[in-house]
């Protein structure tokens, strides 16, 4: 579904919305699609931990990330390239080890005494806070809790066959949604009342009046890639994000204390 990362430190706003490409290949399943969907969440959340790489483009975006993540307690490591402009590239990374952000931002390092890494936390005032929890909101829009369950209220969700992506056997499923559909939506499926105010809020912050999207699924009920296509009132975005690694271990570690610096209440 439609992602929103935020840094207000760097300055940096990126709003994700959404790719679409499952091959039309007729399938026979023994599952529906939506019980399918509904193991690939389960599924998803008792391995708790997984990388992710994600693209999106449009609306004059650019945006490239590579992140390890564990989904509770939320904990995570990513390296993004943000197109700027129309040449511009601002290259960045960002940890948050469940209690502590750290943002390695070249523009910031001379607010925060040459240090390569600015630590945002609970010593720092003014709107700090705000930058922690969009980067929080970002974590938790990548889990399959929110970019896969929206499909579990599309009206035409169908599977589209199997082929292979990235290396693994994996079965497509697909369906749309449209901002009248949205609007009037209630829980249903097993989407929970918190995720259905989740995707009537992406709708309304972005202007999207439709989207589509796809998911792949394998063989341990895991997706491995997610594409959406959302169309907005100001042109269309589309993003690709690829799984891997489910139920591995990750390593979320602070930089060096040396390397880090702090930033100033005015910086924000």
């Not at 564990?70 to 402009?85: D, H, I, N, Y």
């Not at 439709?210 to 699924?217: N, Q």
């Amino acid at each position: 579904m439609n992602r929103k990362i935020g840094v207000a430190a760097a300055g940096v706003v990126i709003s994700l919305a959404a790719v679409t490409g499952c091959s039309q290949t007729a399938s026979n399943v023994v599952l529906s699609p939506i019980s399918v969907l509904r193991a690939a969440l389960a599924a998803a959340s008792k391995d708790n931990t997984v990388k992710a790489t994600e693209s999106v483009t449009g609306n004059r975006q650019n945006y490239q990330m590579s992140v390890a993540q564990q989904f509770s307690p939320p904990k995570f490591s990513e390296r993004a390239t943000v197109g700027v402009g129309t040449t511009g590239v601002l290259k960045m990374s960002e940890i948050y080890d469940g209690t502590k952000l750290y943002l390695k931002v070249p523009q910031l390092s001379a607010l925060a005494g040459r240090k390569p890494w600015v630590q945002i936390g609970p010593s720092n005032v003014g709107r700090a806070d705000s930058s922690i929890q969009s980067l929080l909101g970002a974590a938790k829009d990548m889990a399959p809790n929110s970019s896969i369950a929206p499909l579990l209220a599309s009206r035409d969700l169908k599977s589209l066959g199997t082929e292979t992506v990235d290396g693994v056997r994996a079965t497509c499923y697909s369906g749309t949604l449209d901002a009248a559909q949205v609007a009037s939506m209630l829980p249903t499926n097993g989407l929970t009342a918190d995720q259905v105010q989740q995707i009537k809020q992406s709708f309304q912050q972005d202007t999207i009046t439709s989207e589509t999207l796809d998911v792949w699924i394998n063989s341990e009920n895991l997706p491995v890639r997610q594409e959406s296509l959302a169309t907005t009132k100001v042109g269309t975005v589309t993003t690709t994000i690829g799984y891997s690694g489910w139920g591995v271990p990750v390593s979320i570690t602070d930089p060096p204390g040396s390397e880090v610096g702090m930033l100033k209440s005015s910086a924000f």
